[in-house]
């Protein structure tokens, strides 16, 4: 079992809907919880981070982490064009363990 | 700009050439990382350095890989004697000391022929 899942898509959504990316992991030890966005052919870009249980919302984009259920998410609301990227969950103890990262298509 | 750069952008190689990228952090981050991420896959550490110490190597990085960072600014990787499975982008990151956000440069895409 890998320390980081994450489902890579493509997920296909209609501009203006709401979108759900979610990563489940294994380590209880994880601590520090992070959203990056990656456009093509860029550099991994720091959208969220948080360290506890709970929401953190931040404009359209929404981070919950589930420490009991090894279970973190992504929303984003009213989805636009330019939110097409793909989305990497991370997550560290020391060093940052990345997953897959999820392909996401705005749909205009 | 004052983001992390890294150069060159793109390296097209023949199997057995040797190859050296250059990365610069955001001038006062003090930590600066190496990651490969190959297609379909998130990046996976290869090493970081604190200043001048290289303080973690991983498994990934044969004796063919070759990280410095003499003056504790700017660092080179080399990669000796290159294969086909080196073929990716090589991405750098810094940060401050005692933070744990980590802003990655553009990276370097390595294609071996």
Known sequence: QKEVEQDPGPLSVPEGAIVSLNCTYSNSAFQYFMWYRQYSRKGPELLMYTYSSGNKEDGRFTAQVDKSSKYISLFIRDSQPSDSATYLCAMRIDKIIFGKGTRLHILP | ?113
Request: neutral net charge; contains cysteine; hydrophobic residues 25%.
């Open chain 2, 1 to 113: 700009d004052t983001g992390v750069s890294q150069n060159p952008r793109h390296k097209i190689t023949k199997r057995g050439q040797n190859v050296t990228f250059r990365c610069d952090p955001i001038s006062e981050h003090n930590r600066l990382y190496w990651y490969r991420q190959t297609l379909g896959q998130g990046p996976e550490f290869l090493t970081y350095f604190q200043n001048e110490a290289q303080l973690e190597k991983s498994r990934l990085l044969s004796d063919r890989f070759s990280a410095e960072r003499p003056k504790g600014s700017f660092s080179t990787l080399e990669i000796q004697r290159t294969e086909q499975g080196d073929s990716a982008m090589y991405l750098c990151a810094s940060s401050l000391d005692g933070t744990d956000t980590q802003y990655f440069g553009p990276g370097t895409r390595l294609t071996v022929l």
